[in-house]
């Protein structure tokens, strides 16, 4: 699952409420958000708050400066509120709008990322998200979109005075980028002259057209300077900030690096007893990395068809709801079943999987799990993602975005709703929790088998290597040679998903260690709690997950004290 990153960027401040004292955490935070969302309307729409459509802001200096005194006034605010007054729920949530802040100033003047990141300025999100939602009717959304197409000359304008020193890579992205943003002019185009507006909306669109190719015209002609790659001094803090852990990144790499030999070991365990069946009389390579990638290569030939890939998925949803019921695991909520679809086409090409969640200001919408079916596929990369999401990966997909993992996670947070958490909930908890669901899931016998084992393997050393590879290549200094051996040979992943998340690991930093370090301070958690009397796994599980998406760390400081 993919989650909206909520920077200070593209912003307008109106003014600041003033608070009397004695407000609750509730109150105060409420007035915090509608503050936030006059600050930032781009988020605003983005969250769904629909009403903000037609405010635009331009990332400029000024708005960086509004921006750095919202921040710290607020953060005075929740700052001064003593633990005592409040609740555990609303600690975590004061905890969360703390961090949050904390990390946006340490974002917007130690990473200023706004300076040498072009791809930060990409006005295409909002822009697509209004003309596909269907919030209100189309000649309501072309007017709000008509003064954001307007603003663009001026908003790439205020992008290339912030600009100092780029990073090539992102520069390159940016540029990459610039034909999607041209296709959502042309959509908007073409639904404009559906609504009979084509005349209003001519010149804005061609003028957005040319601040678009303006843009890229700049960039090209940049001298990148920069290096992709974070370094130690930067990694830290930033991993402080977005992940919230109680290690930090060295210790929660090194804590990969052995969990990597402790899975791999296991594997070769596995893939030596399958051996004779699986490839038969020929005797088995001594290189445990040869011995484990023969065999899950042949067995990775039992899939699917493709045609049958998204049925085949909606079919195993009620086959896991059943399991964790009958195995005890936790609660779920039978009246709101999960609905599989097929992605509508206009957020296709991101993830080939995923849950859409309507988010706290649209309680009315339904939750999807989202899957894409792989109609525009060659027959060859059909294959591939067939192979890779075999028999046994597609069952660890589905436990891993849907249940127990990311849909049945969301269902418990929404029992005790908190807009707080629901926002700016914490990624590592999220991810973790479904990386740690997949081992809940192997641990209680679910699809037990050999082959399952050692298929559960490869996918689990996945999100171990993310964290090996990014602090590997932001910190340590490992290069495009090493990382595509590092994931191809050493974590059995196919060239193209490696080539892939060399991109990634390049264009982003921190993000991949999320998996990993949530479910490793999960795991903890429970293996301590285990060991007092009276432990119960469904009450752990409710128990956790009751908090909603907070920080792990301060889940278990919870747990810990009872
Ligand atoms: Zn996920
Ligand atoms: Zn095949």
New binding site residues.
């Given amino acids: ?1 993919k989650r909206r990153d909520f920077t200070f960027m593209s912003l307008a401040a109106l003014g600041l409420p003033v608070l009397a004292g004695g407000d609750s955490l509730g109150t105060m935070s409420e007035s915090f958000l509608e503050a936030f969302w006059k600050l930032d309307p781009d988020a605003a729409v983005m969250s769904g708050r629909f009403e903000f459509a037609g405010h635009v802001t331009l990332p400029s200096a000024a708005q960086r400066q509004r921006t750095r005194t919202f921040a710290k006034d607020w953060l005075a605010r929740f700052q001064r509120l003593s633990d005592a007054q409040l609740s555990t729920t609303d600690r975590m949530d004061r905890e969360l709008l703390v961090g949050k802040l904390q990390g946006d100033l340490w974002r917007l003047d130690k990473l200023r990322e706004w300076s040498w990141n072009p791809a930060e300025y990409n006005p295409a999100g909002p822009l697509d998200l209004l003309l596909n939602t269907d919030y209100a009717p189309l000649p309501v959304r072309l007017k709000a979109l008509r003064p954001r197409v307007a603003a663009m000359p001026a908003y790439y304008r205020a992008a290339r005075a912030s600009l100092a020193g780029v990073a090539r890579e992102h520069t390159e992205l940016a540029i990459q980028q610039a034909p999607g943003v041209l296709g959502v002019l042309d959509d908007i185009a073409a639904r404009a002259a559906e609504a009979g507006q084509a005349g209003a909306f001519k010149a804005p669109l061609a003028q957005a057209r040319a601040a678009v190719n303006g843009y890229v015209a700049h960039l090209q002609a940049l001298k990148p300077v920069r290096s992709f790659r974070l370094g130690a001094e930067l990694y830290e803090p930033k991993f402080v900030h977005d992940i919230q852990s109680a290690r930090t990144a060295r210790e929660t790499y090194d804590l990969a690096q052995q969990r990597r030999e402790e899975v791999l070991a296991s594997m070769q365990v596995q893939a030596a007893a399958l051996w004779p069946a699986v490839i038969g009389s020929e005797p088995p390579p001594a290189d445990r990395f040869a011995l484990i990638g023969r065999v899950i290569d042949k067995l990775s030939e039992r899939h699917v068809r493709r045609e049958n890939f998204v049925d085949e998925i909606r079919a195993q949803i009620p086959q896991l709801e059943a399991w964790v019921r009958d195995h005890d695991l936790l609660s779920q909520d039978a009246s709101k079943p999960l609905a599989v679809r097929e992605t509508p086409v206009y957020l296709r090409g991101v993830a080939g999987a995923s849950i859409e969640a309507p988010g706290p200001y649209r309680p009315q919408d339904k939750t999807y799990y989202n899957v894409t079916p792989l109609d525009d596929l060659t027959p060859e990369q059909a294959e591939s993602s067939l192979r890779e999401y075999n028999h046994w990966i597609l069952q660890i997909l589905n436990i ?2 849907a249940i127990p ?2 849909y049945t996670q969301l269902v418990h947070a929404n029992r005790a709703p908190s807009k707080v958490k629901a926002l700016f909930g914490n990624g590592a908890m ?2 973790g929790w ?1 990386v740690y669901g997949e081992r809940m899931m192997m641990e209680s016998g679910y699809g037990a088998s050999p082959e399952m084992t050692l298929m559960y393997g490869k996918w689990h050393l996945r999100s171990v290597t993310n964290t090996v590879l990014d602090y590997g290549v932001h910190v340590l200094g490992m290069g495009e040679a090493e990382a595509l051996d590092l994931l191809v040979r050493q974590a059995f992943q196919t060239e193209r998903e490696a080539r892939e998340k060399w991109r990634r690991v390049q264009l982003t930093s921190v993000q991949l260690t999320s ?1 990993f370090s949530g479910y490793s301070e999960i795991f903890a958690l429970r293996e301590q709690l285990k060991a007092r009397p009276g432990f119960n796994l469904k009450a752990f599980h409710e128990q956790f997950l009751g908090y909603g998406n907070a920080p792990v760390r301060l889940i278990a400081a919870e747990m810990l004290k009872g």
């Fill in positions: 699952m891993h975005e993992g990311h999220v991810e479904a998996y």
